[in-house]
């Protein structure tokens, strides 16, 4: 059973760089840090149905083409110059940008940047291996050639409700490859202090698909929170499992009987029907959450629950 968890960012960021350093990326083909719950360790996993991981890739490295059944995504937590090919389309990444790879889509990365880069990776696998239903391909090439305009469909589709009428798609998945911060950021400070927002969350945000006006992918839902300065939350309880990832700020979270203190880049998270509180004790600074959960299986499958306590 998943328990209330937070892993630190800083001793994340000290293990990564250790393992950059020592482990090239010919052998690992990806390097990334996996968040598994105390409670789930076999197999492993950090919430029931989701995972969690901390990737990173150093300048000039390149991490070859595969595909897997897993939806997933990046959030990017620092670093710049690094792109990923999904599906024929180079997709830059900078800092506090939502990737998306749906399941079935060949993917790679390259970094001819300066810096270190490092991401959030999250995955709905943990529930694809408990259907049965995984399976992971190898690219015919070591890397997939642009077959496309980079960014075309970040481009295309981040105009919120002007959509190309020449585009069609039946897939449950978004067809935005990148949700930019500079685009969430926008949205947030065009809110500004107008609105109280949820007494439970704050003023929260769903990243949405733009053709259905649903989530981005039919297995995880995800969203953006800003918590004003004193913001306590009330508290409540719902059957979907999330995992926060803190964008900026520090506060805590009561989850049941455990109190979890959080930091810029801290990754927590609240197990399905755990009661949870946000505490934001600044005085003058926001603290913003990027969140995901299973919130859409749990719709789908009429098993959404939720109460104020």
């Known amino acids: 059973m998943a328990v209330p968890t937070v892993w630190s960012y800083g001793a994340l960021r000290d293990h990564a760089m250790y393992f950059a350093e020592h482990l090239p990326i010919e052998d690992a083909q990806r390097r990334v840090l996996m968040l598994v719950n105390p409670g789930l ?49 180079r997709v830059h990444m900078n800092p506090g940008d939502l990737l998306m790879t749906p399941g079935m889509q060949w993917h790679d990365h390259f970094h001819p940047g300066d810096d270190p880069m490092m991401w959030l990776d999250g995955l709905d696998y943990p529930l694809i291996n408990k259907l049965e239903a995984g399976f992971h391909d190898i690219y015919a090439d070591e890397f997939q050639k642009s077959e496309s305009p ?47 927002g949820c007494e439970h969350d704050g003023v929260a945000l769903e990243y949405t698909n733009p053709l259905t006006g649903g989530a981005v992918l039919p297995t995880i839902g995800c969203r953006v929170h800003r918590l004003k ?13 999330t995992i926060y990832h803190v964008v900026r700020g520090h506060g805590s979270t009561q989850v049941g009987d455990r109190l979890l203190e959080w930091h810029p880049h801290d990754v927590f ?5 755990a009661s949870y509180q946000h505490h934001n004790g600044a005085a003058d600074d926001d603290a913003v959450l990027f969140s995901y959960s299973d919130e859409p299986v749990m719709r789908a499958l009429g098993l959404h629950r939720e109460e104020s306590l």
């Open 269 to 273: 998270v609240v197990p399905g029907w």
């Open 41 to 89: 360790q076999e197999p492993p996993a950090t919430v029931n149905t989701l995972y969690a991981g901390i990737q990173i890739l150093l300048p000039g490295e390149q991490a070859p083409a595969h595909r897997h059944t897993s939806n997933a995504f990046r959030f990017v937590i620092e670093g710049s110059g690094v792109y990923t090919t999904v599906a024929g389309e």
């Open 150 to 196: 980079d960014d075309i469909s970040t481009r295309q589709y981040i105009h919120g409700r002007l959509n190309p009428t020449w585009l069609r798609r039946d897939s449950p998945n978004t067809p935005v490859g990148n949700y930019p911060w500079a685009e969430t950021e926008r949205a947030l400070a065009a809110i500004g202090d107008d609105v109280d």
């Open 229 to 241: 300065p004193g913001f306590a939350g009330r508290p409540r309880r719902h059957t979907p499992s």
